[in-house]
Nanobody
Framework: VQLQASGGGLVQAGGSLRLSCAAS????????MEWRRQAPGQGREVVAA????????YVRDSVKGRFTISRDGAKNTVYLQMNSLKPEDTAVYYC????????????????????WGKGTQVTVSS
């Protein structure tokens, strides 16, 4: 199983980036796909999540209206479109697959991740 994240980089505040997560090695129809991030000295937090069917999406309040999660089933790829980036969005972003229920996502409850991708660095300069 492999989750290959890409698309990070250095961008000025107000700019945009699109992260991609290509999933392979198994079917993910029973998984919730997440983007998490970890800033220096901070824990990892769920930024956005999407059910593999695409029927449910979640974005955390701090990025709502700026970030959008989507997926392309034919390409087995999940995207995170990040607009109006702020310096506080600077972090390593990780793609992850979890088998938790959707309620745990919405309630921001702790839950395990079944598969992690390698992180991709996003740096937003002021």
């Amino acid at each position: 199983v492999q989750l290959q994240a890409s698309g990070g980089g250095l961008v000025q505040a107000g700019g945009s980036l699109r992260l991609s997560c290509a999933a392979s090695g198994r079917t993910f129809s029973n998984y919730i796909m997440e983007w998490r991030r970890q800033a220096p000295g901070q824990g990892r937090e769920v930024v956005a999540a999407i059910s593999w069917s695409g029927g449910n999406t979640y974005v955390r309040d701090s990025v709502k209206g700026r970030f959008t999660i989507s997926r392309d089933g034919a390409k087995n790829t999940v995207y995170l479109q990040m607009n109006s980036l702020k310096p506080e969005d600077t972090a390593v972003y990780y793609c992850a697959a979890a088998t938790t229920g959707w309620r745990a996502i919405v309630n921001e409850d702790y839950h395990d991740v079944a598969y992690w991708g390698k992180g991709t660095q996003v740096t937003v300069s002021s």
